[in-house]
């Protein structure tokens, strides 16, 4: 009961440390789900553009950075060091458009699942994606989402530092990271930035 109660509040709360800046908002360099949490640390942050509108800003958060300058090797490697880096970690979206609906950002989360994952992973993973998708409400200006991943419990959806619900599998959460870190990524910059390259 008490494990229970301490995962509950890993999904809310979130201690963290200012030192990176983009667009104007201050990234955390370190964060916590909780005070009993491990330490995570950014590994990288950018902005997810879509024609000329910046959307967000996403942050890949891990126990270890996984920092790899190299172009090349980012891209044949640098995503695959992240899928198998053991521990907790956090993607985090802060959004910086005025408002988009429900809807819009459903059709976003299926079409990096369809680009990233086979047939086969969108068969096994179709209830999760279901459960995840159905999380979400529009989000604003302002808004906060973070995707805290906690290992043998799985991935808590939290908008603004209140839980939303949680998604069961740690390969749910690998499947998750795709739609950043797969070969198709919505947005390749904000990959490379994610990975540390930036």
């Known amino acids: 009961?008490?494990?229970?109660?301490?995962?509950?509040?890993?999904?809310?709360?979130?201690?963290s440390v200012h030192a990176q800046t983009v667009a104007d908002i201050e990234i955390a360099d370190t964060v916590s789900h909780s005070s009993q949490s491990a330490k995570l640390i950014l590994n990288g942050a950018g902005i997810r553009t879509k024609f000329i509108f910046?959307?967000?800003?996403?942050?890949?958060?891990?126990?270890?950075?996984?920092?790899?300058?190299?172009?090349?090797?980012?891209?044949?490697?640098?995503?695959?060091?992240?899928?198998?880096?053991?521990g907790e970690k956090r993607i985090s979206m802060h959004f910086l458009y005025d408002e988009i609906s429900k809807e819009k950002l459903v059709s976003g989360w299926n079409d990096g699942f369809e680009n990233n994952l086979s047939k086969d992973e969108l068969i096994k993973f179709k209830n999760q994606i279901n459960q995840f998708n159905n999380l979400f409400v529009a989000v604003k200006k302002g808004?906060?989402?973070?995707?805290?991943?906690?290992?043998n419990t799985g991935t808590?959806?939290?908008?603004?530092?209140?839980?939303?619900?949680?998604?069961?599998?740690?390969?749910?959460?690998?499947?998750?990271?795709?739609?950043?870190?797969?070969?198709e990524p919505a947005d390749s910059d904000l990959k490379e930035a994610m990975l540390g390259s930036g």
């Open 54 to 86: 910046d959307i967000y800003i996403g942050s890949l958060y891990l126990e270890k950075k996984q920092l790899r300058p190299n172009e090349i090797y980012i891209k044949y490697h640098g995503a695959k060091e992240v899928f198998k880096a053991p």
């Open 143 to 151: 808004d906060v989402i973070n995707l805290n991943f906690i290992p």
């Open 156 to 183: 808590y959806v939290v908008l603004n530092e209140k839980s939303k619900g949680l998604v069961k599998g740690d390969d749910f959460f690998i499947a998750l990271l795709k739609i950043w870190l797969g070969d």
């Open 1 to 15: 009961m008490k494990l229970l109660f301490i995962t509950l509040l890993s999904s809310i709360f979130s201690i």
